[in-house]
């Protein structure tokens, strides 16, 4: 049996994603810049691809660029608005303490060159507030970057609200939606997003493409130099394929999702309510306001890597922001972003449901984690101290 | 390729010489919750030979093997040899660890040598001249 419940991590990709990929791996393989009917068969692909995407946004098809995926689409995203702010004079973005590195790394480099960031405060329950964004922008921000969804947590942020405030105080507002896409609606006008990154491997479309939503006043920055693909914005032979498994699956996804999160939001409930029955345990960032699938907790006096592989002996898949799954000596950074202090933060698990997800599932994922937990307890000289007094508890 | 080699896993599921002695004669506890290991090591000790060895850890799969190893690897041996114990011959009687994970292993080496430390400050006349 398996059981897979890491969905945040990466999704199985659909049928319609795979069998539209197929016709452009086998048949029609030409290259989309070739001028023969082959070639313009694969161009004219891809640009009913670029329509559909850019209706599930509620977007402009000529405001796509399709990228290698979610990172790519961040990087480029910030880039280019900190260039367009470098040649106004205005050097400040401000952007949240738990975003993807994506997104932070990029931060962390522009900064060498220059660029103050102002992280805000996402507080216990994994929250941006608007009135604190509002009193972080000043006549130098020329960025606000906040994603939609955190990958971790799940915590859904209020991008109307955030997006308004940025349009009224004429600041460019950019979201990474790569956990939101597919799994929440999102209309880039109503919301006032004026750019967006997304990633196919995140609703059942392949690895490795992504897209860019951005309005023409953020003018791109190359971060690819080359030919003249994607009107000369990102250089490189289309992926095709990818590109075609990204447009169906995102259809397939848009076209159930009222239903498929109503049914995840259920299964998660029962998830959350289980696993809050173990003692000692916190469900981590905001209970209504999160992604459908997504159930993140800490659980006092164990370490995370080693619930992880008790659990894949179970058949169960999921993960942790612990330091040693990581491979860093800190916990997950968007765990201390809401305050978990690092022996609790090393303690974590992150449990994200897919759209197939079924109750029995859900509670054989409760049972064997409640059995995992107290067994690695009962062998956890942290925990003893707990118990008989010695250390307090936090949870 | 797994992350751990089957000896590694062998050891995390089934781990030796788990709890504690209530009546140790030494005891030690290294690493700390900020960096996410804890080993404490119980010892029991009688003449020149380490007679029972038990564990507990707080941590990931490859410290709570190293634990395991590191017990296996002293228990009924003269405490000389426990003296001498590295994290390389406990990581090596794993089939090895990841790079990122040896210091899991140095935790094992630690926590015996913390418990022989605890031994020696209550039992001076058994110290050897060095
Ligand atoms: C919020 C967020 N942003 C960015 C990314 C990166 O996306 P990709 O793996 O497509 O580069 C991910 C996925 O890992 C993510 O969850
Ligand atoms: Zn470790």
Same mark, same amino acid.
């Given at each position: 049996?398996?059981?897979?419940?890491?969905?945040?991590?990466?999704?199985? +990709?659909?049928?319609?994603?795979?069998?539209?990929?197929? +016709?452009?791996?086998?048949?029609?393989?030409?290259n989309p810049s070739s001028l023969?009917?082959?070639g313009q068969?694969a161009r004219e692909a891809i640009e009913q691809a670029r329509e559909e995407v850019a209706a599930?946004i509620?977007a402009d098809p000529r405001d796509i660029t399709f990228t290698s995926g979610?990172?790519e689409a961040?990087n480029q995203a910030i880039r280019s608005a900190?260039e367009k702010?470098?040649?106004?004079?205005?050097?400040?973005?401000?952007?949240?303490?738990?975003?993807?590195?994506?997104?932070?790394?990029?931060?962390?480099?522009?900064?060498?060159?220059?660029?103050?960031?102002?992280?805000?405060?996402?507080?216990?329950?994994?929250?941006?507030? *608007?009135?604190?964004?509002?009193?972080?922008?000043?006549?130098?921000?020329?960025?606000?970057?906040?994603?939609?969804?955190?990958?971790?947590? =799940?915590?859904?942020? *209020?991008?109307?609200?955030?997006?308004?405030?940025?349009?009224?105080?004429?600041?460019p507002?950019h979201?990474?939606?790569?956990?939101?896409?597919?799994? %929440? *609606?999102?209309?880039v006008?109503?919301?006032?997003?004026d750019m967006l990154s997304a990633?196919?491997?995140?609703?059942?479309?392949?690895? =490795?493409v992504g897209f860019l939503y951005a309005r023409k006043k953020v003018p791109l920055v190359n971060l690819i130099d080359g030919g003249a693909q994607e009107r000369g914005k990102r250089a490189g032979t289309e992926n095709v +394929?990818a590109i075609m498994?990204m447009a169906?699956?995102?259809?397939?996804?848009?076209?159930?999702?009222?239903?498929?999160?109503?049914?995840?939001?259920?299964?998660?409930?029962?998830?959350?309510?289980?696993?809050? !029955?173990?003692?000692?345990?916190?469900?981590?960032?905001?209970?209504?306001?999160?992604?459908?699938?997504?159930?993140?907790?800490?659980?006092?006096?164990? !370490?995370?890597?080693?619930?992880?592989?008790?659990?894949?002996?179970?058949?169960?898949?999921?993960?942790? =922001?612990?330091?040693?799954?990581?491979?860093?000596?800190?916990?997950?950074?968007?765990?201390?972003?809401?305050?978990?202090?690092?022996?609790?933060?090393?303690?974590?698990?992150?449990?994200?449901?897919?759209?197939?997800?079924?109750?029995?599932?859900?509670?054989?994922?409760?049972?064997?984690?409640?059995?995992?937990?107290?067994? %690695?307890?009962?062998?956890?000289?942290?925990?003893?101290?707990?118990?008989? =007094?010695?250390?307090?508890?936090?949870? | 390729?797994?992350?751990?080699? #089957?000896?590694?896993?062998?050891?995390?599921?089934?781990?030796?010489?788990?709890?504690?002695?209530?009546?140790?004669?030494?005891?030690? #506890?290294?690493?700390?919750?900020?960096?996410?290991?804890?080993?404490?090591?119980?010892?029991?000790?009688?003449?020149?030979?380490?007679?029972?060895?038990?564990?507990?850890?707080?941590?990931?799969?490859?410290?709570?093997?190293?634990?395991?190893?590191?017990?296996?690897?002293?228990?009924?041996?003269?405490?000389?040899? $426990?003296?001498?114990?590295?994290?390389?011959?406990? $990581? #090596?009687?794993?089939?090895?660890?990841?790079?990122?994970?040896?210091?899991?292993?140095?935790?094992? #080496?630690?926590?015996?040598?913390?418990?022989?430390?605890?031994?020696?400050?209550?039992?001076?006349?058994?110290?050897?001249?060095?």
């Open positions: 049996m398996r059981i897979y419940a890491d969905n945040a991590a990466t999704t199985k +990709p659909s049928r319609a994603a795979i069998e539209a990929m197929l +016709p452009y791996l086998e048949e029609e393989y030409g023969y009917t082959l068969r599930v509620h979610g990172s961040d900190a702010g470098r040649k106004a004079g205005k050097t400040h973005i401000i952007s949240t303490a738990f975003e993807h590195h994506a997104v932070l790394h990029t931060l962390n480099r522009l900064e060498k060159e220059g660029f103050r960031v102002t992280l805000l405060d996402v507080h216990e329950n994994g929250l941006v507030r *608007p009135d604190e964004l509002d009193a972080a922008i000043c006549d130098e921000t020329c960025l606000v970057t906040v994603m939609t969804a955190n990958n971790e947590i =799940g915590t859904i942020q *209020p991008i109307r609200a955030l997006g308004e405030l940025c349009a009224r105080r004429g600041v507002f979201t990474d939606a790569v956990q939101a896409v597919g799994h %929440l *609606p999102i209309d006008d109503a919301d006032h997003i990633s196919a491997h995140k609703f059942h479309g392949p690895k =490795g +394929p498994g169906a699956a995102l259809k397939e996804s848009a076209a159930r999702m009222d239903g498929d999160a109503e049914r995840m939001r259920t299964l998660r409930d029962r998830l959350i309510t289980g696993l809050r !029955e173990i003692p000692h345990s916190a469900l981590n960032g905001d209970a209504v306001k999160r992604l459908p699938g997504n159930a993140n907790f800490c659980f006092e006096g164990i !370490e995370g890597e080693s619930l992880l592989l008790l659990l894949d002996d179970r058949g169960i898949c999921a993960s942790s =922001g612990s330091a040693c799954t990581s491979g860093s000596l800190d916990p997950s950074h968007v765990l201390l972003a809401i305050g978990r202090v690092h022996d609790v933060a090393h303690g974590s698990l992150r449990l994200t449901l897919g759209e197939d997800a079924t109750e029995e599932e859900v509670d054989y994922i409760v049972r064997n984690v409640r059995e995992v937990v107290e067994y %690695l307890r009962g062998f956890s000289p942290v925990w003893r101290d707990l118990v008989s =007094g010695k250390a307090n508890f936090i949870l | 390729m797994a992350l751990y080699s #089957e000896k590694v896993m062998e050891h995390f599921r089934n781990p030796r010489n788990v709890g504690v002695i209530e009546d140790a004669d030494g005891v030690g #506890e290294v690493g700390n919750a900020k960096c996410g290991d804890i080993m404490k090591m119980y010892l029991k000790i009688d003449g020149d030979t380490v007679t029972d060895v038990k564990f507990e850890t707080f941590g990931c799969g490859s410290a709570i093997a190293s634990s395991s190893m590191a017990t296996e690897l002293i228990k009924g041996k003269p405490v000389a040899d $426990a003296m001498k114990l590295t994290n390389k011959a406990v $990581a #090596e009687a794993l089939d090895g660890l990841p790079a990122y994970k040896m210091h899991c292993s140095v935790l094992a #080496e630690e926590a015996i040598q913390s418990a022989l430390a605890d031994y020696y400050a209550k039992h001076p006349e058994k110290k050897p001249a060095t």
